[in-house]
């Protein structure tokens, strides 16, 4: 009897195996699907400071903080808004303004705990009503 599982075991291994290489082929042959483009978050002006720097940082690398980043820190800290009310205004998804905060409030912590400038600069955005 247990012989018989080993076999019928064997049996369906084999079949999957051949099932999943001539898969692997077709898809080989494919180009891979594009994933889908991000969308341009809309942020209300632009920082009038650009860069911060701690005292003797000059020669340090700096971290890069985007628009949009800045936009949703702007936002929820200072503003107060909640995540949902930050998504309606930029025209993105309440998980997505998560995503960003938190990579911000990461950015901004390290260049606080390690002493490293900070650049605003870059991402993708929209300006509101352009």
């Known amino acids: 009897m247990r012989t018989e599982n080993v076999a019928a ?8 195996l051949k099932v999943l290489q001539s898969e692997y082929t077709e898809y080989k042959g494919k180009k891979a699907p594009m994933p889908r483009p991000p969308r341009c978050r809309q942020i209300c002006g632009v920082s009038q400071v650009d860069t911060f720097c701690p005292n003797g940082c000059e020669n340090t690398e700096p971290i890069l903080l985007t628009l949009d980043e800045y936009e949703v820190i702007r936002l929820v800290d200072l503003e107060q808004q909640t995540h949902e009310q930050c998504a309606a ?8 303004v998560q995503e960003i905060y938190e990579g911000a ?3 901004i912590a390290a260049c606080l705990v390690h002493g490293k ?5 870059g991402g993708n955005y929209r300006i509101c009503g352009g």
Not at 9 to 16: A, W
């Open 105 to 107: 409030r990461r950015k």
């Open 89 to 96: 205004q930029m025209d993105i998804s309440r998980s997505t």
């Open 117 to 121: 400038p900070l650049h605003i600069t």
């Open 9 to 16: 075991f064997e049996k369906n291994c084999f079949f999957l």
